[in-house]
């Protein structure tokens, strides 16, 4: 008997993002070792572009009230200086980083195209792969945040074939106020077979979008059992004791912050400089081991080492969790206006039970504080998300 042939789309095409290639690895790998032929769609989106026009408009608007109206107008100023001004200007500085970054960027790739994955497709040729799979999987991480989602996301391409979903992030809350994305995924989602997401707050929104039942499930690197992590884990990276700090957003405060605990702990502080793909101020200076040449495996190798991992990022705490390896992580500001990213850190802390881990630059930390991995709460949802897997995937 023929093996059922499994395509997933996901944020993998050229992804330069621990956490982004994790999960991705994380489903297929699963999915494989059930004994499903399992591919990633190499998808190239789009870009979903907002005239300048359009984007002052939605701020600018008389209707919102006066006071509004007047943020409006400074966050219009902010977003041109930030937006313009200063991204050029950081252009520059990090191409001054170029053969360092060219390091890590082979060392994604590497990673990247050992996943089994499909020929490259676009919004008009990806209908082409339609009959090479008996099942499609929207797949995790942001894929249906409203900025990104897109047809192939939400695979309007797939035509007479099962369809679902596993984990997919939304990632922003209050999404019911938005008419467009509202009406857009409830027409998107109609024939889906099921439908599940990463976060609680989603799950429960998504509800009242598409008026049926939408699960919550773990990611696809918790989905996943330790030994196959462990299979994929370099050598130890550095031989002193450290800390390893990895930052996604700008975070200088909470990189001091780090720098504090570190000295009072006598730990040498891992960094990986400019990890989200831009330059970053803070990132010169901070750390004392300033990393490049780093793909997954050493990255997963950095994570269980360490003494501690400080970090804004959901994928380095599902990582800490796996490894048995202390951490904290922070609210990540998002760009000049400081809004945060923080619903799916939260819901995994929840169901770590381990909500105090998440701290602020005041909070006390302490490196030797116990810190129990062990959580049923944890268990029976990977349980219940292997079930809605097995579940969705039967004839």
């Not at 490259?120 to 799979?133: A, G, M, P, Y």
């Amino acid at each position: 008997m023929s093996r059922k042939r499994i395509g997933i789309t996901t944020l993998y095409h050229n992804s330069e993002n621990y956490g982004g290639l994790a999960q991705a690895y994380g489903l297929y790998k699963y999915l494989d070792n059930l004994g499903y032929d399992v591919k990633i769609i190499d998808y190239v989106p789009y870009k979903k572009a907002k005239s300048l026009k359009e984007r002052i408009a939605k701020r600018i608007n008389f209707n919102n009230g006066f006071l509004s109206f007047l943020k409006g107008i400074g966050w219009t100023i902010r977003w041109l200086w930030n937006d313009i001004v200063i991204k050029n200007i950081n252009r520059k500085k990090y191409k001054a980083y170029s053969s360092n970054i060219l390091l890590r960027k082979n060392a994604f790739s590497n990673f990247r195209d050992a996943i089994p994955h499909t020929k490259l497709v676009d919004k008009e040729s990806i209908f082409q792969i339609n009959n090479d799979f008996d099942v499609f999987i929207s797949g995790s991480d942001q894929i249906w945040k409203p900025s990104v989602v897109q047809d192939a996301y939400v695979l309007k391409f797939a035509e007479g074939k099962t369809k679902f979903s596993y984990s997919s992030s939304i990632t922003t809350t209050n999404i019911c106020d938005d008419e467009v994305y509202f009406a857009y995924m409830k027409q998107a989602l109609s024939d889906f077979k099921a439908v599940s997401v990463r976060e609680e707050a989603s799950r429960d929104e998504l509800q009242e979008i598409i008026g049926r039942p939408v699960e919550w499930v773990v990611d696809p690197t918790i989905l996943l059992p330790r030994e196959n992590w462990e299979e994929l884990c370099s050598e130890p990276v550095v031989k002193e004791k450290y800390i390893f700090a990895y930052f996604l957003g700008k975070g200088s405060k909470q990189k001091e912050k780090v720098e504090r605990i570190a000295k009072e702990n006598n730990l040498v502080i891992v960094n990986l400089p400019f990890v989200a793909g831009e330059y970053n101020k803070a990132d010169e200076t901070f750390g004392d081991i300033k990393l490049f040449d780093v793909g997954l495996g050493e990255f997963f190798s950095l994570i269980k080492n360490a003494e501690c991992v400080f970090t804004d990022s959901f994928h380095a705490v599902c990582f800490s969790w796996i490894f048995k390896t202390r951490f904290y992580v922070f609210d990540r500001d998002v760009g000049f206006d400081g809004t945060k990213m923080s619903s799916r850190i939260d819901s995994i802390l929840k169901l770590m039970n381990l909500e105090d881990r998440k701290i602020d630059c005041d909070s006390n930390v302490d490196l030797e504080q116990n810190v129990n991995f062990e959580s049923e709460d944890l268990c029976d949802m990977i349980t219940k998300s292997r079930k809605y897997l097995d579940d969705a995937l039967r004839d």
